[in-house]
């Protein structure tokens, strides 16, 4: 398997993320290199990023700034540490469902808008934290079989540390994607 995260986060874009009954397909992610990368949970190896070091295609959650869940996709080898947050889909089947996780009127392309947003949708949380993704039995990844969709890339959102490295992937004009924010903590000049 390849250790490729660069290429693993493109690939998914397109992919679809299911839930029980909703399907969300992904138009915007970020790509995180483990103990290469400092904006990375992995960077220093913790219990909490301990996941991060196990087998690929398992779900890495995690609770950011005590306020909500964010999902990655664990890649690459065993104990390389490498994972992609999942940062913006389209909701495909289950909108519904989706809205009522949600609990606000938006437009349906925007319910997955946001990592935060994406998590709620799929109604992911921490207990779902080492989910294996090839269990169609529940929380599961379909890859994009056809061709690739047109890729943007950019800057990471919202880090410190390695703000700049062009990491963060999108299908490109997809409303569903987020807005770019720089942190205001960001340490290094402006791409």
């Given amino acids: 398997m390849s250790g490729d995260v660069l290429g693993f986060a493109r690939s998914l874009l397109g992919s679809r993320l299911v839930s029980g009954a909703v399907s969300v397909e992904l138009t915007e992610v970020e790509a995180y290199a483990g103990p290469l990368d400092p904006a990375s949970h992995a960077f220093t190896r913790t219990p909490r990023s301990e996941i991060m070091f196990g087998p690929p295609l398992h779900l890495y959650v995690y609770f950011s700034y005590g306020v909500h869940w964010c999902t990655n996709v664990v890649w690459g080898d065993e104990g390389t540490a490498s994972a992609v947050l999942l940062r913006a889909g389209r909701v495909v089947s289950g909108i519904d469902e ?14 997955a808008t946001g990592p935060a947003n994406l998590a709620k949708a799929l109604g992911i949380d921490g207990e779902d934290n080492g989910t294996d993704l090839t269990d169609e039995k529940g ?45 205001p903590r960001a340490q290094g000049p402006i791409v």
């Fill in 139 to 183: 929380i599961h990844l379909e890859l994009r079989t056809g061709p690739e969709p047109v890729i943007v890339a950019g800057p990471r959102v919202g880090i410190s540390r390695a703000a700049d490295v062009p990491w963060r992937f999108w299908v490109d004009a997809d409303p569903s994607v987020s807005a770019y924010k720089r942190s």
């Fill in 98 to 111: 989706a809205r009522r996780r949600r609990g606000v009127e938006v437009p349906n392309e925007r319910l």
